[in-house]
């Protein structure tokens, strides 16, 4: 990286703190989560790490990445704490792993891990497979874009081990394709996911976009419509959000990008909830809707319920379960470069607080439809969120914005608290003092 001073980064990543045994140990199973930072072209409202990338960046990216697995991989499951064989090498101290049971979830995200070859992707499964102890019946998640979605794909992704496949087709409406920057039409999509329906996955499931510039409610109504119609095991909704440095954000500044306003916003997220949910496809998180259970997203949960995970590929995060989060190098070439380099490409790592773990584990419960679990809290942290909340969640009742389950301990958020779970997850205490 040319920004900084050289031997900087390789400084900051002296010190990691060790997951010690007063932290809390983690209490759930832990997945694997790989970048993949290329796209074939890269949509105007995207803000993660990706790129475009020919067969050589593509090959040279597979290569460090196996060094990466394979670095971390040295001793999971053989002692402790994991010090990489690359952090053993320079001497470094990489964050504690305490979690020794099998991964029960890998997911491939990006970026567009569709567009990697099949060699590519065996590679990289079978360096998983060699370093980590994965349990048998984990879900082993793709994300793919309709327009690598071929018969003979679809089957050579099932071979290797895909049982859940995440589409993103975004709309099935050709002008907010076009906006979006898509490279498929709606037509496309639907041969997509039919094909990949008729392929024996677990699950198949959507990724839509609403509150796009210039979207009526009728034709985001209508994309519904055709999602459900082709009976997939899951939808995700997400919400436009224009983040700065895309194209999307100069263009808001230069008056060629209107946004839909928050009352539409608003609308469209109560429109969504409410079609899927008459339509048997019922939430279980804010974004997140599915037919059953089993076909809910076991990796993502791991996110929302403070599970361990461990993150390859740039930009990567990584949790230890218990208080300790680290992510990798952004660009792809510091990343690769501090492989080259025989180190583990860690940006920076940071020791949660109990209160800030506390803080995220109310945010994240309150944007889930089984919400706030009073006695995992106070399990965990040794604090009575309910005492300390007494008025607070009388008034979040009268506004009709939780449902009090005093039975199960809980707090539940209506549709509603839904819509507002960022207010509601401020509105609480979290401490005595």
Same mark, same amino acid.
């Given at each position: 990286?040319?920004?900084?001073?050289?031997?900087?980064?390789?400084?900051?990543?002296?010190?990691?703190?060790?997951?010690?045994?007063?932290?809390?140990?983690?209490?759930?199973?832990?997945?694997?989560?790989?970048?993949?930072?290329?796209?074939?072209?890269?949509?105007?409202?995207?803000?993660?790490?990706?790129?475009?990338?020919?067969?050589?960046?593509?090959?040279?990216?597979?290569?460090?990445?196996?060094?990466?697995?394979?670095?971390?991989?040295?001793?999971?499951?053989?002692?402790?704490?994991?010090?990489?064989?690359?952090?053993?090498?320079?001497?470094?101290?990489?964050?504690?792993?305490?979690?020794?049971?099998?991964?029960?979830?890998?997911?491939?995200?990006?970026?567009?891990?569709?567009?990697?070859?099949?060699?590519?992707?065996?590679?990289?499964?079978?360096?998983?497979?060699?370093?980590?102890?994965?349990?048998?019946?984990?879900?082993?998640?793709?994300?793919?874009?309709?327009?690598?979605?071929? &018969?003979?794909?679809?089957?050579?992704?099932?071979?290797?081990?895909?049982?859940?496949?995440?589409?993103?087709?975004?709309?099935?409406?050709?002008?907010?394709?076009?906006?979006?920057?898509?490279?498929?039409?709606?037509?496309?999509?639907?041969?997509?996911?039919?094909? $990949?329906?008729?392929?024996?996955?677990?699950?198949?499931?959507?990724?839509? =976009?609403?509150?796009?510039?210039?979207?009526? $409610?009728?034709?985001?109504?209508?994309?519904?419509?055709?999602?459900?119609?082709?009976?997939?095991?899951? =939808?995700?909704?997400?919400?436009?959000?224009?983040?700065?440095?895309?194209?999307?954000?100069?263009?808001?500044?230069?008056?060629?990008?209107?946004?839909?306003?928050?009352?539409?916003?608003?609308?469209?997220?109560?429109?969504?909830?409410?079609?899927?949910?008459?339509?048997?496809?019922?939430?279980?998180?804010?974004?997140?809707?599915?037919?059953?259970?089993?076909?809910?997203?076991?990796?993502?949960? &791991?996110?929302?319920?403070?599970?361990?995970?461990?993150?390859?590929?740039?930009?990567?995060?990584?949790?230890?379960?218990?208080?300790?989060?680290?992510?990798?190098?952004?660009?792809?070439?510091?990343?690769?470069?501090?492989?080259?380099?025989?180190?583990?490409?860690?940006?920076?790592?940071?020791?949660?607080?109990?209160?800030?773990? =506390?803080?995220?584990?109310?945010?994240?419960?309150?944007?889930?439809?089984?919400?706030?679990?009073?006695?995992?809290?106070?399990?965990?942290?040794?604090?009575?969120?309910?005492?300390?909340? =007494?008025?607070?969640?009388?008034?979040?009742?009268?506004?009709?914005?939780?449902?009090?389950?005093?039975?199960?301990?809980?707090?539940?958020?209506?549709?509603?608290?839904?819509?507002?779970?960022?207010?509601?997850?401020?509105?609480?205490?979290?401490?005595?003092?």
């Amino acid at each position: 990286s040319m920004s900084e001073p050289s031997g900087h980064r390789t400084k900051r990543l002296t010190n990691f703190p060790q997951t010690t045994s007063s932290t809390i140990l983690p209490s759930h199973t832990p997945g694997l989560y790989i970048h993949v930072p290329f796209c074939s072209r890269v949509c105007p409202y995207c803000d993660f790490a990706v790129q475009t990338g020919g067969p050589e960046k593509q090959f040279a990216y597979v290569d460090s990445l196996v060094q990466e697995i394979r670095g971390w991989g040295a001793e999971v499951g053989e002692q402790g704490s994991v010090l990489g064989a690359l952090a053993r090498e320079t001497d470094q101290s990489a964050p504690g792993w305490s979690c020794m049971e099998p991964f029960d979830s890998v997911y491939l995200g990006g970026g567009t891990p569709s567009s990697l070859t099949l060699d590519a992707l065996e590679t990289v499964f079978s360096a998983l497979s060699g370093a980590f102890q994965l349990a048998a019946d984990r879900t082993v998640t793709l994300e793919a874009n309709p327009e690598d979605v071929t &018969k003979a794909n679809l089957a050579a992704w099932r071979d290797l081990g895909i049982n859940r496949l995440s589409l993103g087709v975004q709309s099935f409406d050709d002008d907010a394709l076009c906006l979006l920057g898509r490279r498929h039409t709606s037509k496309d999509a639907i041969s997509a996911v039919r094909a $990949a329906l008729a392929i024996d996955f677990d699950v198949v499931s959507l990724d839509l =976009i609403y509150s796009v510039p210039g979207q009526s $409610a009728d034709s985001w109504l209508s994309t519904l419509e055709q999602a459900v119609g082709l009976e997939p095991h899951h =939808i995700s909704c997400y919400e436009l959000t224009v983040h700065e440095a895309t194209p999307f954000f100069s263009a808001r500044k230069h008056g060629q990008l209107v946004e839909v306003d928050e009352d539409t916003k608003a609308d469209l997220f109560f429109v969504t909830h409410r079609f899927l949910a008459e339509a048997g496809y019922f939430a279980y998180e804010v974004s997140n809707f599915s037919r059953e259970v089993a076909s809910r997203s076991r990796h993502n949960q &791991k996110y929302w319920d403070h599970s361990p995970y461990l993150g390859f590929g740039p930009s990567a995060h990584s949790f230890d379960g218990g208080s300790v989060r680290w992510w990798n190098e952004r660009g792809l070439d510091d990343w690769a470069d501090g492989l080259d380099e025989g180190r583990l490409p860690i940006a920076d790592t940071e020791l949660l607080t109990r209160e800030q773990l =506390i803080l995220e584990e109310v945010a994240l419960n309150l944007r889930t439809m089984a919400g706030l679990d009073f006695e995992g809290i106070e399990r965990r942290f040794g604090v009575d969120l309910e005492s300390l909340n =007494i008025e607070v969640i009388k008034d979040l009742r009268k506004s009709g914005l939780v449902e009090a389950d005093a039975a199960a301990k809980r707090l539940v958020p209506t549709l509603e608290g839904l819509a507002v779970a960022d207010t509601l997850a401020a509105s609480l205490e979290i401490t005595s003092s």
